[in-house]
């Protein structure tokens, strides 16, 4: 959210009477958007399954100031590859296994915005967001990715001003975004394809040591399906009857909004059971995309 360039603060009227006035944001100066770029500009990949069809993408955040991430976007010869970030710092995973780009790599005029910033605090020296690349494609890929957000410059600012930047962090309860994708995706991203008019059953679970709180539905697919998400603690279905895939999901630039966040609690599991309308076989990459919650 933008800071406002300007705040209300009490004055006093010609007649010396309490009102309000307005002033210039004193910290609106110390928080600028920021494009953050990896020391590698172009990811250039080999076909699926070469020698270099993976890459290690770093994005350092340096001293001069906090970074706040907000947007994902990217530019590439394909979008069929995979994501897998960690925070280098806190050897944190942002998902539970490699993410199918089309479901959460947007473009500028679209950009996939993360259910919550995530909040890099360089302190006194760097941090280092790593980005894990695979390319899916049977032909060569190249890749441009950039993170935007906010940057704030606390060294720069008046000692009362950069407590009020360091005051970023909220004590008690630990969030962040999450990108959370089947447990039968294979190490590689890959999914096992539903055959032509076949069904299957994948699985989103939150593992043992954090809660989701999940807000948007993505997906990658080669042809149209039908769908319905139940509970398995419950058999509760989240629908009265199957739902078209273009009229329950999105993808990055256009994600599906739930109308309410579904807070999936650590060890649970929402199955996603799906029929191929196509005749020829159907990879569905499916993600979820939200807040991970941990308690103190």
Known sequence: MSLSPLIAIPRKDAAGNAVMGIAINPVKQYVKPFWLTPDTLAAALGAQGAANDNLELRFTVDSQGHFEWAYLIGASTSMIYTLEFFDGATQRRLQNRPVHAATIVGSAVRPFRLPEPYFFDVGDSQREIICKIRNLNTVPNTIRLVLHGRRFYHREAPPAIAREL?????????????????????????????????????????????????QKLMVYSQATFTFKLRERATGRY???????????????????????????????????????????????????????????
């Open 166 to 214: 360091n005051q970023k962090f909220n004590k008690g309860w630990r969030t962040h975004s999450y990108f959370l994708v089947p447990n039968e995706t294979l190490n590689d991203g890959t999914v096992t394809a539903v055959a032509g008019g076949g069904t299957a059953t994948f699985t989103f679970e939150a593992d043992s040591t954090a809660d989701t709180d999940l």
């Open 238 to 296: 989240l629908m009265n009857n199957a739902v078209l895939s273009t009229n329950g999901m999105g993808n990055a630039e256009f994600p599906f909004y739930f109308a309410d966040s579904y807070h999936l609690e650590r060890q649970k599991q929402l199955l996603l059971e799906v029929t191929n309308l196509s005749q020829s076989d159907n990879q569905i990459y499916a993600t979820l995309a939200g807040r991970r919650i941990v308690f103190d």
